[in-house]
């Protein structure tokens, strides 16, 4: 299947820093990613959704200033965690949808671990 | 708006099947997924079955679907260590043109040696 990558995998960082978390996808384009936020022992969060070429859609709750989505190209999404505080500290997991003869199918990246001492 | 529950745990013997089940709330899922979660990594989609089909098999994976009682569950048959993970299942609907899953709370599976 089509595969996803996310850099850094793992980041730690002090508090009041901004971190960017990159996706990947490699082998296909991806019109629209999605980034998900998974705390321990929960299920995952839509953050919001990442167009090519136009603004993010950010769910109910998700502050735009603080999480920055751009979205510059069919293969790369990145989010940005600006002005980090410890309650940020989450797994952060981002999806590309690939579009092939109708049929649509989200694929995941492996996760980025931030821990904001 | 959409609600997908799912119990948090199972214990199961190495070689049972192991059923995992799911409620949704969302009668517009038009599909509906299971993915699996190894420990720190990210999602594998597993299967998943359209919601006009009542049953999908894929080698060791039955996938039932009671669309009547919006209830959709994973059957792994001889269960095996490595089956170990987090399970999750999402629906989707697409038929408005939302492309967001919804997951449930995912089923923390453990294998009894």
């Known amino acids: 299947g089509a595969v996803v990558s996310q850099h850094p995998s793992w980041v730690i960082c002090k508090s009041g820093t901004s971190v960017k978390i990159e996706c990947r996808s490699l082998?296909?384009?991806?019109?629209?990613m999605f980034w998900y936020r998974q705390f321990p022992k929960q299920s995952l969060m839509l953050m919001a959704t990442?167009?090519?070429?136009?603004?993010?859609?950010?769910e109910q709750g998700v502050e735009k200033d603080k999480f920055l989505i751009n979205h510059a190209s069919l293969t790369l999404s990145t989010l940005t965690v600006t002005s980090a505080h410890p309650e940020d500290s989450s797994f952060y997991i981002c999806?590309?949808?690939?579009?092939?003869?109708?049929?649509?199918?989200?694929?995941f990246g492996p996760g980025t671990r931030l821990t904001v001492l | 708006g959409e609600d997908v529950e799912q119990s948090l745990f199972l214990s199961v013997r190495e070689g049972d099947s192991s059923v995992i089940n799911c409620t949704y709330t969302?009668?517009?899922?038009?599909?509906l997924y299971w993915y699996k979660q190894e420990p720190g990594a990210g999602l594998q989609l597993l299967t998943y079955?359209?919601?006009?089909?009542d049953m999908k098999q894929d080698q060791r994976l039955t996938v039932l679907l009671n669309k009547k009682d919006k209830h959709l569950s994973l059957r792994i048959a001889d269960t095996q260590t490595g089956d170990s993970a987090i399970y999750f299942c999402?629906?989707?609907?697409?038929?408005?043109?939302?492309?967001?899953?919804?997951f449930g709370t995912g089923t923390r599976l453990t294998i009894i040696p």
């Open positions: 999806s590309a949808e690939e579009v092939a003869g109708g049929n649509y199918e989200q694929f």
């Open positions: 082998d296909f384009q991806a019109t629209t």
């Open positions: 990442s167009n090519e070429g136009s603004k993010a859609t950010y």
């Open positions: 969302d009668s517009s899922s038009t599909y």
């Open positions: 079955i359209f919601s006009n089909m």
């Open positions: 999402a629906e989707i609907d697409r038929g408005f043109g939302n492309e967001k899953l919804t």
